[in-house]
């Protein structure tokens, strides 16, 4: 317990980041190890969205089925590449065991709660001043749909976010019209969740980066772990590619890679990456209004220089391969709601994608391993790291600085049974 530890933050995306930036500001001494450039993934090719509002976590009653139906159709939005591999076996197994309507109410609350806790944090770096000026905006977000039967199961979750305090409104199309009046839309409605946010990712992370560095955070690029020293109930430091370190204190945030680490300790994570894809058109599209295209799985959002179309979900291993027609899916989701527009195909090919790393019960593990008091994990946000990142990396400055926590953190322990 207490301020100036050594800490060792492996993983550099958005939790890992957030995780430095909470650590600095309590006096800690902190190394990012990441392995990558610290330029691309999950953390910059996200929606941006700030999202209080997705309540309903991804293991819900049908994902499996849908999996099932969509396995040999490498174009759906929700692929699960046929593999054998007891890893995603077990997952799977641990996910369809989640997927009841008991669990996932008991998990909406705790969602929402976290993304407020993060949302708030949003706003007090933007107050701060310390990454300067950068796109925070509070319009809201539509989940817009063409069909009765995707407005009828948005209404549920719509009267369910109600209930839980936050502000919604449908809207028909007049409505709609209104609040995304320079675009020809081919819908019937929406959902307006007015207590959703969105950003530009990337302008984020590189000042992020920038301010870290200023305040004396040590960075480490192209740096991945290979190997834990371990005492008997402590980790007391970590071996990468290129040298060895030590800490008081070791947090393991490197997204859907994380698992692979906590192997090396004995510590099982139940987790897979899922891949997400986003084309950035920087044509003018005139859209305004960050929105979820229901019936195509898919999230629009105007970034600052450009509009982000992004979405799918892709189980098929770690691995950074870009699937075309996956591609093509996402340009021809949001042709088929916005008319006339259409994503120049050099856009499509400059398309990128990013790995999400998945729990099976669809809740982040935030929390101290139990064999290990001074090892904190942290991972497994999946569609929510960005929206999330904040909160997680105050969670865990809180856990190594020995302060009360700012929510109860008990559904999220990395070591829960399934």
């Not at 076996?89 to 996932?104: M, N």
């Given at each position: 317990?207490?301020?100036?530890?050594?800490?060792?933050?492996?993983?550099?995306?958005?939790?890992?980041?957030?995780?430095?930036?909470?650590?600095?500001?309590?006096?800690?001494?902190?190394?990012?190890?990441?392995?990558?450039?610290?330029?691309?993934?999950?953390?910059?090719?996200?929606?941006?969205y700030?999202?209080?509002?997705?309540?309903?976590?991804?293991?819900?009653?049908?994902?499996i089925?849908?999996?099932i139906?969509?396995?040999?159709?490498?174009?759906?939005?929700?692929y699960?590449?046929?593999?054998?591999?007891?890893?995603?076996?077990?997952?799977?197994?641990?996910?369809?065991?989640?997927?009841?309507?008991?669990?996932?109410?008991?998990?909406?609350?705790?969602?929402?709660?976290?993304?407020?806790?993060?949302?708030?944090?949003?706003?007090?770096?933007?107050?701060s001043?310390?990454?300067?000026?950068?796109?925070l905006?509070?319009?809201?977000?539509?989940?817009?749909?063409?069909?009765?039967?995707?407005?009828?199961?948005?209404?549920?979750?719509?009267?369910?976010?109600?209930?839980?305090?936050?502000?919604?409104?449908?809207?028909?199309?007049?409505?709609?019209?209104?609040?995304?009046?320079?675009?020809?839309?081919?819908?019937?409605?929406a959902?307006?969740?007015?207590?959703?946010?969105?950003t530009?990712?990337?302008?984020?992370m590189?000042?992020?980066?920038?301010?870290?560095?200023?305040?004396?955070?040590?960075?480490?690029?192209?740096?991945?772990?290979?190997?834990?020293?371990?005492?008997?109930?402590?980790?007391?430091?970590?071996?990468?590619?290129?040298?060895?370190?030590?800490?008081?204190?070791?947090?393991?945030?490197?997204?859907s890679?994380?698992?692979?680490?906590?192997?090396?300790?004995?510590?099982?994570?139940?987790?897979?990456?899922?891949?997400?894809?986003?084309?950035?058109?920087?044509?003018?599209?005139?859209?305004?209004?960050?929105?979820?295209l229901?019936?195509?799985?898919?999230?629009?959002?105007?970034?600052?220089?450009?509009?982000?179309?992004?979405?799918?979900?892709?189980?098929?291993?770690?691995n950074?391969?870009?699937?075309?027609?996956?591609?093509?899916?996402i340009?021809?989701g949001?042709?088929?709601?916005?008319?006339?527009?259409?994503?120049?195909?050099?856009?499509?090919?400059?398309?990128?994608?990013?790995?999400?790393?998945?729990?099976?019960?669809?809740?982040?593990?935030?929390?101290?391993?139990?064999?290990?008091?001074?090892?904190?994990?942290?991972?497994?946000?999946?569609?929510?790291?960005?929206?999330?990142?904040?909160?997680?990396g105050?969670?865990?400055?809180?856990?190594?600085?020995?302060?009360?926590?700012?929510?109860?953190?008990?559904?999220?322990?990395?070591?829960r049974?399934?």
């Open positions: 317990m207490g301020k100036n530890k050594s800490v060792i933050v492996v993983g550099g995306g958005i939790i890992g980041l957030s995780t430095a930036y909470y650590l600095q500001k309590e006096g800690h001494q902190v190394t990012v190890l990441d392995k990558s450039n610290m330029d691309g993934g999950a953390s910059y090719v996200n929606a941006g700030i999202t209080p509002s997705h309540i309903v976590p991804l293991a819900s009653p049908g994902m089925s849908k999996g139906k969509y396995m040999f159709n490498s174009s759906s939005p929700f699960m590449k046929p593999r054998l591999d007891m890893d995603f076996i077990k997952w799977a197994w641990y996910f369809k065991k989640s997927s009841t309507t008991e669990k996932v109410a008991k998990a909406m609350p705790v969602i929402m709660d976290i993304n407020l806790l993060s949302r708030e944090l949003y706003e007090e770096i933007w107050n001043g310390d990454l300067g000026d950068f796109q905006e509070r319009k809201g977000l539509l989940m817009m749909y063409q069909t009765k039967k995707e407005r009828d199961h948005e209404l549920e979750v719509a009267e369910r976010a109600k209930e839980l305090g936050l502000t919604v409104h449908h809207l028909d199309l007049d409505g709609l019209r209104i609040l995304e009046p320079h675009v020809e839309l081919n819908a019937k409605g959902f307006h969740y007015e207590s959703d946010w969105h530009t990712p990337h302008q984020i590189e000042r992020m980066l920038t301010h870290l560095q200023k305040k004396g955070v040590d960075i480490r690029k192209n740096e991945e772990v290979q190997d834990v020293k371990l005492g008997p109930d402590t980790v007391i430091g970590v071996r990468t590619n290129l040298t060895n370190y030590q800490a008081d204190d070791i947090v393991f945030a490197a997204g890679w994380t698992s692979k680490l906590s192997k090396k300790l004995g510590v099982k994570l139940p987790l897979q990456a899922g891949k997400g894809y986003r084309i950035n058109m920087e044509t003018p599209t005139q859209i305004s209004m960050p929105a979820i229901m019936e195509a799985k898919m999230a629009v959002t105007p970034m600052d220089g450009f509009t982000r179309f992004a979405g799918t979900m892709e189980f098929s291993g770690i950074s391969k870009i699937r075309k027609e996956r591609v093509e899916a340009a021809r949001a042709s088929q709601y916005y008319k006339g527009l259409q994503i120049p195909e050099v856009d499509k090919q400059n398309a990128q994608c990013g790995l999400r790393p998945v729990t099976p019960d669809g809740l982040p593990y935030i929390g101290t391993s139990k064999r290990y008091s001074n090892l904190h994990l942290s991972t497994g946000h999946a569609m929510m790291g960005w929206s999330l990142g904040p909160a997680t105050k969670l865990i400055t809180e856990l190594i600085s020995g302060d009360k926590l700012s929510m109860d953190i008990a559904p999220f322990a990395p070591e049974k399934f």
